[in-house]
């Protein structure tokens, strides 16, 4: 807009209300001025709005946001200054200011603009990011995650997952990175910056398929001459290269002569307790005698442990990994003993035995994850979490384990997209409706929470669960 069309409307404006309306009038011409990146019409307008009232805060905001734009650092500062010295709990002036710090590298001096803002207006989601971005500039990371997480409880924007996973693959966190990232493309399929994100943290995490997925959407939305498209194809070329292996084949499962399994229920019977469907496991013991017996003692120990006689079950199985070193279902049958006799570090120790001689064992790395949670060592439980879902990515119980062991860590923001994948992938599974209704409730989101909770209560009705029946019902009730 021309410097004389600008003076025609702010003359037009001046004739018009009292004098608090034509202030207004002139700071809203000033912001639309700056919305259609007009930076000198809208200067001429906040020059004439501190004019006309020198002493009002939004007169020197709005000074402060074009100066801001036409890159004049230390003078928009002076200008926040002055609207903040008029009303300390104007929050634009505050953010304004913080991100001027940021920009001018003070970052420690902009986390107290923002500290100021988020006591101000603890509702307001971007406030909490700009504080958690304050936090990452200061190298406080875990601090400046959880500011994040605040921001997603008040709203799921895709910027702000982003922004989570990318703090994360900084510190490290490759897996719950690519959480992050797949939940931002969840949210926007068109969001290039989250697909190229997901692509190489899954490129680095050797997930071949969701790599190519995610450079494959990236190509569909980004534009031509996006410096990252070539980039992106170069990545495609080395996935379709050196793509993962196929699996080795397993050995076939040891068969057993009718006589010979007569002779393991002879062994069921002694130990008075009645066999339950899948209490049978395919040990790895060469020779016919040492299967025999080794699966005697695994369905015996098994047995009892289902019985509830696990001091019973421990002894039979402690004398089988004795004895049977090598069967990784000794070591699994151990630890699910260790972790009802309330022992998870000694369950870890046991289930990393078996995951040395076979970590290709879906349930060994669940158990895994159950043992570290227990034992509060939530990045192990993780870890074994992701192994698992590698393995069996379509697993509905697999996401929600992840989901209880974010949960367990307090992580409460991942723990809800885990348990969504969960109810997704185990849309039958009452108790994975019922631990995303309870954490959304959890959160706040009373709304969200309704429908997974009334799932739940209809699934375990028809399952005969009471139990959970009864826990969604008392959710629903709370919720009002």
Same mark, same amino acid.
């Given at each position: 807009?021309?410097?004389?069309?600008?003076?025609?409307?702010?003359?037009?404006?001046?004739?018009?209300?009292?004098?608090?309306?034509?202030? #207004?009038?002139?700071?809203?011409?000033?912001?639309? &001025?700056?919305?259609?990146?007009?930076?000198?019409?809208?200067? +001429?307008?906040?020059?004439?709005?501190?004019?006309?009232?020198?002493?009002?805060?939004?007169?020197? $905001?709005?000074?402060?946001?074009?100066?801001?734009?036409?890159?004049?650092?230390?003078? /928009?500062?002076?200008? @926040?200054?002055?609207?903040?010295?008029?009303?300390?709990?104007?929050?634009?002036?505050?953010?304004?200011?913080?991100?001027?710090?940021?920009?001018?590298?003070?970052?420690?001096?902009?986390?107290?603009?923002?500290?100021?803002?988020?006591?101000?207006?603890?509702?307001?989601?971007?406030?909490?990011?700009?504080?958690?971005?304050?936090?990452?500039?200061?190298?406080?990371?875990?601090?400046?995650?959880?500011?994040?997480?605040?921001?997603?409880?008040?709203?799921?924007?895709?910027?702000?997952?982003?922004?989570?996973?990318?703090?994360?693959?900084?510190?490290?966190?490759?897996?719950?990175?690519?959480?992050? @990232?797949?939940?931002?493309?969840?949210?926007?399929?068109?969001?290039?910056?989250?697909?190229?994100?997901? /692509?190489?943290?899954?490129?680095?995490?050797?997930?071949?398929?969701?790599?190519?997925?995610?450079?494959?959407?990236?190509?569909?939305?980004?534009?031509?001459?996006?410096?990252?498209?070539?980039?992106?194809?170069?990545?495609?070329?080395?996935?379709?290269?050196?793509?993962?292996?196929?699996?080795?084949?397993?050995?076939?499962?040891?068969?057993?002569?009718?006589?010979?399994?007569?002779?393991?229920?002879?062994?069921?019977?002694?130990?008075?307790?009645?066999?339950?469907?899948?209490?049978?496991?395919?040990?790895?013991?060469?020779?016919?005698?040492?299967?025999?017996?080794?699966?005697?003692?695994?369905?015996?120990?098994?047995?009892?442990?289902?019985?509830?006689?696990?001091?019973?079950?421990?002894?039979?199985?402690?004398?089988? +990994?004795? $004895?049977?070193?090598?069967?990784?279902?000794?070591?699994?049958?151990?630890?699910?003993? !260790?972790?009802?006799?309330?022992?998870?570090?000694?369950?870890?120790?046991?289930?990393?035995?078996?995951?040395?001689?076979?970590?290709?064992? +879906?349930?060994?790395?669940?158990?895994? #994850?159950?043992?570290?949670?227990?034992?509060?060592?939530?990045?192990?439980?993780?870890?074994?979490?992701?192994?698992?879902?590698? !393995?069996?990515?379509?697993?509905?119980?697999?996401?929600?384990?992840?989901?209880?062991?974010?949960?367990?860590?307090?992580?409460?923001?991942?723990?809800?997209?885990? @348990?969504?994948?969960?109810?997704?992938?185990?849309?039958?599974?009452?108790?994975?409706?019922?631990?995303?209704?309870?954490?959304?409730?959890? &959160?706040?989101?009373?709304?969200?929470?309704?429908?997974?909770?009334?799932?739940?209560?209809?699934? /375990?009705?028809?399952?005969?669960?009471?139990?959970?029946?009864?826990?969604?019902?008392?959710?629903?009730?709370?919720?009002?």
């Amino acid at each position: 807009m021309s410097g004389s069309t600008v003076e025609s409307r702010i003359a037009d404006l001046l004739k018009r209300g009292s004098r608090d309306e034509q202030l #207004a009038s002139l700071c809203a011409l000033g912001r639309e &001025l700056l919305a259609r990146e007009d930076a000198d019409g809208a200067l +001429v307008v906040a020059d004439r709005a501190v004019r006309f009232d020198g002493r009002s805060p939004a007169a020197w $905001t709005l000074r402060g946001e074009v100066l801001a734009k036409k890159n004049r650092a230390g003078e /928009a500062v002076g200008c @926040f200054d002055r609207a903040l010295a008029a009303d300390p709990a104007n929050v634009a002036a505050l953010v304004g200011k913080a991100d001027l710090l940021v920009r001018l590298g003070s970052p420690a001096e902009a986390l107290e603009q923002y500290e100021e803002a988020v006591k101000l207006c603890p509702e307001v989601g971007h406030l909490w990011l700009n504080r958690a971005r304050s936090l990452e500039s200061a190298g406080r990371e875990q601090e400046a995650l959880e500011s994040i997480d605040r921001a997603l409880t008040l709203g799921d924007a895709p910027a702000t997952w982003l922004t989570r996973g990318n703090l994360l693959a900084k510190m490290g966190r490759d897996e719950d990175a690519k959480t992050s @990232f797949a939940r931002a493309v969840e949210l926007d399929g068109g969001a290039v910056d989250a697909w190229h994100a997901l /692509a190489l943290v899954s490129a680095k995490l050797e997930d071949t398929e969701g790599a190519k997925r995610a450079c494959h959407r990236l190509l569909e939305a980004a534009k031509d001459d996006d410096p990252r498209v070539s980039a992106i194809r170069s990545l495609l070329f080395q996935l379709d290269r050196h793509g993962p292996q196929p699996p080795q084949l397993r050995r076939p499962p040891h068969r057993i002569s009718s006589s010979r399994m007569r002779r393991v229920s002879r062994s069921i019977k002694a130990v008075d307790v009645p066999l339950e469907s899948g209490a049978i496991v395919e040990p790895a013991a060469e020779s016919d005698g040492d299967y025999e017996d080794t699966l005697a003692e695994l369905i015996s120990a098994d047995a009892l442990h289902r019985a509830g006689r696990h001091i019973e079950a421990l002894r039979k199985v402690e004398s089988l +990994v004795k $004895t049977a070193p090598k069967e990784a279902n000794g070591w699994v049958l151990r630890a699910r003993i !260790l972790l009802a006799l309330g022992k998870p570090e000694v369950a870890a120790k046991s289930i990393e035995d078996a995951l040395a001689l076979d970590d290709r064992s +879906v349930p060994a790395w669940k158990l895994a #994850a159950r043992a570290f949670a227990d034992a509060k060592k939530y990045d192990r439980a993780l870890d074994a979490v992701a192994h698992a879902e590698r !393995l069996a990515p379509n697993d509905g119980e697999v996401h929600r384990l992840r989901g209880d062991c974010l949960v367990a860590a307090d992580r409460h923001t991942e723990a809800v997209y885990a @348990f969504e994948k969960a109810v997704h992938y185990g849309a039958g599974d009452a108790e994975s409706w019922l631990a995303l209704g309870r954490m959304l409730r959890l &959160l706040r989101r009373a709304t969200a929470a309704k429908e997974p909770l009334e799932k739940a209560r209809d699934l /375990a009705d028809a399952a005969g669960r009471s139990d959970l029946a009864a826990e969604a019902r008392s959710l629903l009730a709370r919720l009002g």
